[in-house]
Every structure is written in C-alpha cells, then in structure tokens.
C-alpha cells in the first residue's frame, strides 16, 4: 500500500514539474475517458482542429472552389512534407512527401528501391515487423520473383546490429525494418543497421510509423536511402490522415515508383503522351493529394514544433519510466511481465504487458474508461502520447489495471 500511495504523489509531483503540461488542454477531451492510453495508435484531436477544419471547408474549398489547387493544395505535399522533414525527421527540405497510406507508400518505395538493384535477389526483413510490411513484402516477392530473408526477432526486443549483420550480404537488394517495434517499442540503432546495409551494397527503407513525432531521428544523418511512416498516431492528424515517404536526394533521379500516375509526371498539365517522371520528390506522388485529410496536421505539427522533439522524447521517457515502476511495485506480483525495453536508449513511447488473460481484461479496461490496445496472443499495450497524457491519467489507468489483475489472481 505504501508503494502504491508513493506512485500516486510521484504522479502529481511529475505532472507539476512537466514543463510540457500546457499542451495537454490543447486536445479535446472525451466524456468517458478516464485515461486514454492509446496515442500511439490514434492521437487525441487538438482543439484548434475543430474551427480549422470547418473554415477549410467554408473559405479554401468553399469559397474558392476549384481555384484552390492554383492556391497552393497541388504543393501541399512537398511544403507539408519539408516542415515535416524539418520537425520530426532530420530531413532537409525537397526529400518528404505527404500522400497515400503507409502501406502503399511501402510498396511504391519498396519497388523503387529493388528495380535499382536488378542483380540481387533478396529482401532482407524481421519475423516481428508490422503486419502490413511482412504482406507488402511477401506480395512484392511474388510479383517479382524475389527470395525474402527473414530474421526471428524477440518481439519483447527487436532488431539487433548483429543479427543484421548476419543477414545481409551480396545477394541483399532491399533491408526494411522499423525504428520503433509496434509491440515492444524496442528502438532499433537506425545509423548503425543502415550503414551495414550500405556497406552490404543493399538500400534500406525505415518504417518510422511507432518512432515519428516521439522519437528523435535523423534521417540524413543516418545516410537513409527510404523511409515511410503514418501521421495519425504521435502526429495527431486524425484517422487515415495522409503517410509520409523521405527519399534522400541522392537517389531521385535514379529511383522509379511503379504507380505512375500524372501527378508524378513532369509537366503534368500538359496531358502529353508517356509517362515522363517529374524532377526530384515529386516523381514519388501518383495522384491527387487528400487535402481534406492533410488539413488537421498542419496544426498539429505546429504544436509539435512548439513543444520541440528533445522535451517530446524526455517526456515520453519519464512516461515509459512511470510505466515500469508501476508495473514492478505493483502489478508484477500477480504476474504480469513487462515485453519491452528497460534501457532508455531502446526505450520507444510505449509499453507493452503481459499476461495470460489480458485479452478480457483489455475488455473490463475499456468498459471503465481506461483505453490501451490489445496486441495478441496476451499483451496490454499502454501507448503514452507525451503532449496529450498526464502522469495522473496514467496513474489512473494503471490503477484500474491493477484493481482487475489482483482480483483474478
Ligand atoms: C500503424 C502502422 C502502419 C500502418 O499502415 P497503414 O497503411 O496506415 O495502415 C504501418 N507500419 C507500422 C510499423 C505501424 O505501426
């Protein structure tokens, strides 16, 4: 009881020194939401989004109709993507491109990449990446004859350097991987595991969907060929807002994107005959850009540059950390297990628990207002957006998890 009292006042004492704490009443709120644990897989709405939304709707595309592409939406993807770029990403401007879905942005980069490479054969890829890499991959393979070279990853951890290096080699045309584990939130060393796939002769494309917005990176830094990522989980820009592709400059003029579309061609209103790809970024768009839906990141990105990614990343560590210690003081006595990082340097913004029966009580958590996810076959993911979440709310939900676990021993 004492340590649980103790977890309780180190809540408040964090919440009063969280120099970020002013940003939390910038989201909405939800009625029946006693703590919203799951950020990193939909970030709340910041308020403002509301009345940008709307005076979208009634000036840019009401009053001005089809005026607005000459108004600068035709753009948006390239000056959307460079503030990107130059927020979240360590990625200079001309190198980010807002559009698609992820998961089709991954395959147009992934198919750039191997047409690059026609004399290798192999995609090398972990046994633990999200769902939709291992299938874009697997089809991609399938439709170009290729062999993919799975590493078996822990899914408490994630990809190491040295299983990387034990994969790679003459034959490996394309390495994908993400930065941050969807499950464990294990942090891959980006700059290390790209260099070996240089030094391999291999590109590498990043998923940066679980690290963008809450995880420092540097993409240009690193030397990265590709990556992609999602914009409605630590970006706030709302459900199915637009992806994001980085290709670095080096590569433009020799990468070619399979779906070519007259968006991505040069001079694309002279309607003319072929298709011709434009110059740099903009080869990597197909069609039309969903303005409607890049409307709600534009704040939210502002807000991100205000709070600044160093204090987001010191947050979301004092998060994770608040996290651990709840879950060895008080949950792991009645045997719940932690499936992620402890170091900080592999730490990313969420934290995964275990135990056998976590799919039901994922169910009675949701019934009273406390909302992590479910990843099977047993895990409670408790996802902690750092300019939405309170240490008190985490502190909340927490409680609740730890009233169900001790009452079904
Ligand atoms: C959320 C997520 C995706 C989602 O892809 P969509 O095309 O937006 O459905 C992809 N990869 C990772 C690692 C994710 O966490």
Not at 183 to 211: F, K, M, N, P, Q
Not at 289 to 311: H, Q, S, W
Not at 326 to 350: I, K, M, N, Q
Request: hydrophobic share 45%.
């Amino acid at each position: 009881m004492i340590s649980f009292d103790r977890m309780a006042e180190a809540a408040k004492d964090l919440d009063e020194t969280d120099p970020l704490a002013r940003f939390r009443g910038r989201f909405l709120g939800s009625a029946d939401v006693v703590s919203y644990l799951d950020g990193n897989s939909l970030g709340r709405p910041p308020r403002e989004t509301d009345a940008v939304m709307s005076e979208f709707i009634r000036q840019s595309w009401g009053e001005r109709l089809i005026r607005g592409w000459s108004d600068g939406w035709l753009d948006w993807p390239r000056t959307l993507g460079d503030r990107l770029g130059e927020i979240g990403l360590g990625a200079a401007a001309g190198q980010v491109v807002v559009a698609d879905s992820t998961t089709v942005l991954l395959y147009k980069l992934a198919r750039a990449a191997l047409a690059a490479r026609p004399d290798r054969r192999e995609i090398v890829l972990d046994t633990d990446n999200f769902p939709t890499d291992r299938y874009v991959l697997e089809g991609i393979a399938a439709e170009c004859g290729l062999a993919l070279r799975w590493v078996r990853t822990d899914p408490a951890a994630g990809i190491t350097v040295e299983q990387v290096a034990g994969a790679v080699g003459p034959d490996t045309a394309l390495v994908v991987f993400s930065h941050a584990a969807y499950r464990s939130g294990y942090v891959a060393d980006a700059e290390a595991i790209t260099r070996l796939a240089h030094e391999a002769g291999a590109l590498i494309l990043w998923d940066l969907c679980h690290s963008v917005g809450v995880l420092p990176v540097q993409l240009d830094d690193w030397g990265v060929d590709l990556a992609v990522g999602c914009t409605y989980k630590y970006l706030n820009g709302g459900p199915g807002s637009p992806a994001f592709a980085y290709v670095n400059a080096h590569h433009h003029a020799a990468l070619h994107q399979p779906i070519q579309g007259w968006l991505g061609r040069a001079d694309p209103f002279g309607m003319g005959p072929g298709y011709v790809p434009a110059d740099g970024i903009q080869r990597f768009i197909s069609g039309t850009p969903p303005i409607l839906g890049m409307v709600p990141l534009r704040g939210a990105l502002d807000m991100l540059a205000e709070a600044g990614l160093p204090a987001v990343r010191a947050k979301s560590l004092q998060l994770t950390g608040f996290v651990l210690d709840f879950a060895d003081a008080e949950l792991s006595r009645y045997g719940v297990t932690v499936a992620s990082p402890r170091d900080p340097a592999r730490r990313g913004g969420h934290i995964t628990l275990r135990r056998a029966d976590f799919r039901d009580i994922t169910d009675r958590l949701w019934e009273r207002g406390v909302i992590p996810d479910f990843r099977a076959p047993d895990g409670i993911r408790v996802g902690l957006a750092p300019l939405s979440t309170s240490f008190t709310e985490v502190f909340a939900g927490l409680s609740v998890l730890r009233e169900l676990v001790c009452a079904t021993p």
